[in-house]
């Protein structure tokens, strides 16, 4: 395991001295914390030495909350009422920027957070195809815009405006994707930001914070380090913030949510906790749904919040399913990140291995067994992925979301067991169902379609295309991410109204002439 590739040795560690408030990249002279790899490259395990970050706290806090509400300043900054053409400008500048770190970005994933080389060059490209597409459907919607619509004597010029100053932290698996799946909508829609990198895959954003800061204004992103309840409290308690995006736990999420003073003015773009349930039918085609499930279950060694979390079964197929989906899961190999052909790796947090095992071991003393030969196998940062079955509903499995590798099976006859479980569930973000009848398949549909957001149909649960809609009931989200929603969900329709008379008319029409409004005009970005 303590085999490096020379291109992806750390040869020293990165030290993070900068931090970025109100357009400087300011050098942080305080208490610093270390940033471990869980990947080892001694012959006894040790943990890597990747570098250190700032460990801030409220002063720093608010120095970067005062940045960024003097940036959008009570909606009167240059950033909020910037020309649609010129904040695109600064997102193509800084696109252009961050695609000159790639290497170093990658490396940095694969240390941080032990994704693999694929994955991590995947989590890169997909970032800046992200970033390409919302700045497209941007401009689609301010043609859409640019237009006058006259009901009832009225003229009316609707647009979509900014919220205000938004407090931005993402996680720590995707913390590049799923993080400007959050900061970028919300910048090119006028807000400010505040942005608060994950625990973990924290220093992937250093090689992009001079990216950030010659690309946008003064003040506009904010980008600060430490515990969030040491800086994001503060902040919270402040009233200051009118929207929380926050891709994480639910219990995160309210915390922060209760430090605010006042709770109707905050806007929420939350993307939470899942246990997304696969239900395979009698007729299923098991070639393709163990390809799936694998894939669904295990990819990042499920650490994904749309991994597959509880496989339903029908009894007349178990037996051969669950035979084949453990040998399978055998079969996958574990190793460093940018080994060849590796599908298992290194587990970021030091204590997921432990608390895996404790909801095996609940599990088994409830009744299951691992049905897998190397489930449960230990090493200093990984535990192999166990495949239990029988699970049952008094098991810890069964209800809490593992975000790791184990893998809870439970066979049904009856198709409403499964659908009782999921009404019941706290989450409701994806459902992967698997069969060929359409008869059985086409009431399952239409029931599953009001219990999640979205039914994937012989096929594993997954964010993507980010064209679509992404989004769930109940504690697993609140407010819908795509290219195409989120520039919704990080603005608000506003318009300017007039009545259809000569003398209002005169005035519309020398505004669009004089080009001196930003907010009224018909101009086209092609």
């Not at 020293?12 to 001295?17: G, I, S, T, V, W």
């Not at 960024?68 to 053409?85: F, K, L, S």
């Not at 409830?366 to 049905?371: F, R, S, T």
């Not at 991410?481 to 990080?490: I, K, N, Q, Y």
Request: net charge neutral; proline share 5%.
């Amino acid at each position: 395991m303590n085999t490096i590739v020379t291109k992806y040795k750390i040869n020293e560690p990165l030290h993070q001295r900068t931090y970025l408030v109100d357009g400087e990249l300011k050098t942080w002279s305080g208490k610093t914390t270390d940033v471990f790899s869980t990947i080892s490259t001694t012959e006894t395990y040790q943990p890597t030495l990747l570098g250190s970050i700032p460990y801030m706290e409220k002063e720093t806090a608010l120095e970067a909350l005062k940045a960024a509400c003097d940036a959008y300043d009570r909606g009167q900054g240059n950033w909020p009422t910037m020309r649609v053409e010129k904040r695109i400008a600064c997102l193509e500048k800084f696109v252009d920027l961050m695609k000159t770190k790639r290497d170093e970005v990658v490396k940095l994933l694969m240390w941080e957070i032990g994704k693999s080389l694929e994955d991590s060059q995947k989590e890169f490209d997909r970032t800046i195809d992200y970033i390409y597409d919302t700045i497209e459907e941007y401009k689609e919607l301010d043609r859409d815009s640019a237009k006058f619509t006259n009901q009832d004597g009225i003229y009316a010029h609707i647009k979509r405006g900014p919220l205000g100053v938004v407090l931005c932290l993402g996680p720590y698996n995707y913390p590049l994707n799923e993080t400007f799946a959050l900061l970028i909508p919300a910048l090119i829609m006028g807000n400010t930001v505040i942005f608060k990198p994950a625990k973990f895959g924290v220093l992937c954003i250093s090689p992009l914070l001079e990216a950030f800061q010659k690309s946008f204004p003064k003040g506009v992103v904010n980008i600060i380090y430490g515990r969030g309840r040491q800086v994001a409290t503060p902040i919270m308690q402040t009233g200051r913030i009118d929207v929380l995006a926050l891709i994480g736990n639910s219990k995160s999420a309210i915390a922060l949510q209760d430090q605010h003073p006042n709770k109707n003015r905050l806007r929420l773009v939350l993307g939470l906790e899942a246990k997304n349930p696969a239900i395979i039918l009698p007729d299923a085609d098991l070639d393709l749904t163990i390809d799936e499930c694998i894939a669904g279950s295990l990819s990042f060694n499920g650490q994904r919040c749309t991994a597959l979390k509880l496989i339903y079964v029908h009894e007349n197929i178990r037996e051969e399913f669950n035979k084949r989906y453990a040998e399978r899961v055998d079969a996958l190999k574990f190793g460093n990140p940018w080994e060849e052909g590796v599908k298992l790796t290194p587990l970021p947090e030091p204590d997921k291995p432990a608390y895996i095992q404790e909801l095996i071991d609940d599990a088994l003393s409830k009744g299951a067994k691992i049905i897998n030969k190397k489930g449960g196998e230990t090493t200093d940062n990984f535990i192999f992925p166990a495949v239990l079955y029988p699970v049952t509903k008094n098991m810890r499995v069964y209800k809490e979301e593992q975000f790791g590798p184990v893998v809870p099976i439970v066979s049904f006859t009856d198709i409403q067991e499964p659908l009782h479980d999921m009404a019941d569930s706290n989450y409701g973000q994806q459902v992967s169902l698997f069969g060929k009848n359409v008869h059985s398949l086409a009431p399952l549909i239409d029931t599953l379609v009001n219990l999640v957001c979205r039914v994937n149909l012989n096929s594993s649960c997954q964010r993507g295309p980010d064209v679509f809609p992404f989004t769930g009931r109940k504690d697993s989200a609140v407010s819908t991410l795509s290219v195409h929603d989120a520039l919704r969900s990080f603005s608000i329709r506003t318009f300017v109204a007039s009545k259809d008379n000569e003398y209002n008319n005169k005035i519309l029409l020398d505004l669009l002439k004089s080009r001196k409004s930003n907010f009224i005009s018909t101009d086209y970005i092609l």
